[in-house]
C-alpha cells in the first residue's frame, strides 16, 4: 500500500540535525573524541532538593491518576516566585502549566488565530517559533535581526500592512540562538507597537536566569501595559535543569490563558503529579543553585569566546543564555559545509546558523554543555585540526 504523507508530516524531512549526528556516529566508531556542542541540554545535576520532592510524590498511588488541574501550590509558588523574583503580581487566573514551552509553542497559535492568519516570528530565531504557527495553518513573516541592531528588532521597519495584519508577535529575550539581550526602553516600545495594531505578544523567557555581568534577567511582564497585550512563557528547565519533567508556564493576560487552557484540555489531561510537586520545590526552594550555575556558564562562556579569539577565530562575548553565536571564520561562506568539516577536521559539533533561518547564514552556535577544561580542549582540537586560516 501507498501512504500518502500531509503536507505537515513533509515539512520535517530529515535535515542538518541529521546528517550532523550521522558523522557522529561514523566518527566515535572510528575511536575519535567528540565535543558535542549541538544541542542546549543542561549538563548540570537537577537540584537535590527537586529530585526528592518529585521522588516523595512519586510514592504516592494517587499520584498516578489524572492531574486534570495545576495543583493550588503550584499556582500560589508561581505566584510567589514572579512576584520575588520579577516584582510581577499574579492572579490565579493569569497562570497556567504546560508540558515544556516547546509543546507551548506548538499549539499556542489556536489559540488566537485561523487559517492564513499572519504570526510575527524572528529571524534568526528558535525554530518552534516558527513550525509552531505553521502547524496550527497560519502564516508567518519574519522579522529580522541583524548583529548591527543588538540582534533586536527595528519595530518601525515593519511594513504597517504587516503590522496591521499581524495576529500576535513572538519575542525572545535573552535570545535563543544569538544571545542577545534586550533592554527597558525595547520592551516598553515593544508594548506600544502592540497596542498601536492590536498584536498579541508572546515572549519566550527560558533564560531570564543565565545573563552575564552581574545583571539580572527581568520578565516582559514587569512593564507597563504588559498584561494588556500579552502572555510570557517561564521554563524551569534551563533554570532549575529540569528538562525531561517538561514543564513551564504561561502567565499573562487572563483572557489569553483562560483561552489557550480550553484549547490545552482537549489536548492532555493536566501536568504528571510528581513533576509538579517538583517545580513547587523548585519554585519555593533555594534560588542560590541558579545563581551559582549563572556564573558557571558565565565562565564557560568567557572560557570559550576567548579560546577561540586567542586561536584566530574573532567571536565577541555573549551577554547571556547557554549559547555562543559566532561568526563563520575568514575564508566560510556556507554555515552547514563549516560545520561537518569542522566534525571531520576536529571532533567539535557546533549546529549551524542555518537552522534557524536565513538570517542566521553566516553564524554556528555552541552549546555550553561542558566544563571549562572541556571547552578549552575543544578550542585546543580546533587549532590543531587547522581549520583557522
Same mark, same amino acid.
Given at each position: 500500500?501507498?501512504?500518502?504523507?500531509?503536507?505537515?508530516?513533509?515539512?520535517?524531512?530529515?535535515?542538518?540535525?541529521?546528517?550532523?549526528?550521522?558523522?557522529?556516529?561514523?566518527?566515535?566508531?572510528?575511536?575519535?573524541?567528540?565535543?558535542?556542542?549541538?544541542?542546549?541540554?543542561?549538563?548540570?545535576?537537577t537540584?537535590?532538593? #527537586?529530585?526528592?520532592?518529585?521522588?516523595?510524590?512519586?510514592?504516592?498511588?494517587?499520584?498516578?491518576?489524572?492531574?486534570?488541574?495545576?495543583?493550588?501550590?503550584?499556582?500560589?509558588?508561581?505566584?510567589?516566585?514572579?512576584q520575588?523574583?520579577?516584582?510581577? &503580581?499574579?492572579?490565579?487566573?493569569?497562570?497556567?502549566?504546560?508540558?515544556?514551552?516547546?509543546?507551548?509553542?506548538?499549539?499556542?497559535?489556536?489559540?488566537?488565530?485561523?487559517?492564513?492568519?499572519?504570526?510575527?516570528?524572528?529571524?534568526?530565531?528558535?525554530?518552534?517559533?516558527? #513550525?509552531?504557527?505553521?502547524?496550527?495553518?497560519?502564516r508567518?513573516?519574519?522579522?529580522?535581526?541583524?548583529?548591527?541592531?543588538?540582534?533586536?528588532?527595528? *519595530?518601525?521597519?515593519?511594513?504597517?500592512?504587516?503590522?496591521?495584519?499581524?495576529?500576535?508577535?513572538?519575542?525572545?529575550?535573552?535570545?535563543?540562538?544569538?544571545?542577545?539581550?534586550?533592554?527597558?526602553? $525595547?520592551?516598553?516600545? *515593544? +508594548?506600544?507597537?502592540?497596542?498601536?495594531?492590536?498584536?498579541v505578544?508572546?515572549?519566550?523567557?527560558?533564560?531570564?536566569?543565565?545573563?552575564?555581568?552581574?545583571?539580572?534577567?527581568?520578565s516582559?511582564?514587569?512593564?507597563?501595559?504588559?498584561?494588556?497585550?500579552?502572555?510570557?512563557?517561564?521554563?524551569?528547565?534551563k533554570? $532549575?535543569?529540569?528538562?525531561?519533567?517538561?514543564?513551564?508556564?504561561?502567565?499573562?493576560?487572563?483572557?489569553?490563558?483562560?483561552?489557550?487552557?480550553?484549547?490545552?484540555?482537549?489536548?492532555?489531561?493536566?501536568?504528571?503529579?510528581?513533576?509538579?510537586?517538583?517545580?513547587? &520545590?523548585?519554585?519555593?526552594?533555594?534560588?542560590?543553585?541558579?545563581?551559582?550555575?549563572?556564573?558557571?556558564?558565565?565562565?564557560?562562556?568567557?572560557?570559550?569566546?576567548?579560546?577561540?579569539?586567542?586561536?584566530?577565530?574573532?567571536?565577541?562575548?555573549?551577554?547571556?543564555?547557554?549559547?555562543?553565536?559566532?561568526? *563563520?571564520?575568514?575564508?566560510?561562506?556556507?554555515?552547514?559545509?563549516?560545520?561537518?568539516?569542522?566534525?571531520?577536521?576536529?571532533?567539535?559539533?557546533?549546529?549551524?546558523?542555518?537552522? $534557524?533561518?536565513?538570517?542566521?547564514?553566516?553564524?554556528?552556535?555552541?552549546?555550553?554543555?561542558?566544563?571549562?577544561?572541556g571547552?578549552?580542549?575543544?578550542?585546543e582540537? +580546533?587549532?590543531?585540526?587547522?581549520?583557522?586560516?
Open positions: 500500500m501507498k501512504v500518502t504523507f500531509s503536507r505537515k508530516a513533509n515539512m520535517f524531512e530529515a535535515g542538518i540535525f541529521a546528517v550532523l549526528n550521522e558523522k557522529k556516529e561514523e566518527l566515535e566508531k572510528q575511536g575519535r573524541k567528540i565535543y558535542n556542542l549541538s544541542v542546549g541540554t543542561p549538563d548540570f545535576e537540584p537535590a532538593h #527537586i529530585r526528592r520532592a518529585v521522588e516523595a510524590a512519586a510514592r504516592e498511588a494517587d499520584h498516578y491518576k489524572y492531574a486534570l488541574t495545576d495543583l493550588p501550590q503550584l499556582v500560589e509558588a508561581v505566584r510567589t516566585f514572579y520575588k523574583r520579577f516584582g510581577v &503580581a499574579l492572579e490565579p487566573q493569569e497562570i497556567m502549566s504546560m508540558n515544556g514551552s516547546q509543546e507551548g509553542m506548538a499549539h499556542f497559535a489556536w489559540t488566537l488565530c485561523d487559517p492564513g492568519d499572519v504570526v510575527l516570528v524572528p529571524n534568526p530565531g528558535y525554530p518552534i517559533f516558527k #513550525i509552531g504557527p505553521l502547524l496550527c495553518d497560519a508567518t513573516v519574519e522579522y529580522p535581526l541583524y548583529e548591527k541592531n543588538g540582534f533586536l528588532p527595528v *519595530l518601525s521597519a515593519i511594513p504597517e500592512e504587516t503590522a496591521r495584519a499581524a495576529k500576535f508577535m513572538v519575542v525572545n529575550y535573552p535570545s535563543n540562538p544569538t544571545c542577545a539581550v534586550a533592554n527597558d526602553d $525595547f520592551y516598553r516600545e *515593544l +508594548i506600544a507597537f502592540a497596542k498601536k495594531y492590536e498584536i505578544i508572546l515572549h519566550d523567557n527560558a533564560y531570564s536566569d543565565i545573563i552575564f555581568g552581574k545583571k539580572q534577567g527581568g516582559f511582564l514587569q512593564y507597563e501595559g504588559a498584561k494588556e497585550v500579552g502572555v510570557e512563557f517561564y521554563s524551569l528547565s533554570s $532549575f535543569d529540569y528538562t525531561g519533567a517538561r514543564l513551564s508556564f504561561c502567565l499573562g493576560n487572563r483572557e489569553i490563558v483562560r483561552k489557550f487552557r480550553a484549547i490545552r484540555t482537549q489536548i492532555d489531561y493536566g501536568v504528571f503529579l510528581p513533576v509538579q510537586y517538583g517545580a513547587i &520545590a523548585a519554585l519555593t526552594g533555594p534560588f542560590d543553585c541558579v545563581i551559582r550555575q549563572c556564573a558557571e556558564y558565565e565562565r564557560r562562556s568567557r572560557a570559550l569566546v576567548r579560546g577561540l579569539c586567542g586561536i584566530g577565530w574573532q567571536v565577541k562575548e555573549s551577554a547571556g543564555t547557554m549559547f555562543v553565536w559566532a561568526p *563563520l571564520p575568514d575564508g566560510y561562506t556556507d554555515s552547514n559545509r563549516f560545520c561537518l568539516e569542522l566534525m571531520e577536521r576536529s571532533g567539535v559539533i557546533c549546529v549551524p546558523g542555518s537552522s $534557524f533561518g536565513s538570517l542566521g547564514e553566516g553564524y554556528v552556535r555552541f552549546a555550553l554543555v561542558l566544563p571549562k577544561e571547552l578549552l580542549e575543544a578550542v582540537a +580546533i587549532r590543531a585540526s587547522g581549520i583557522i586560516k
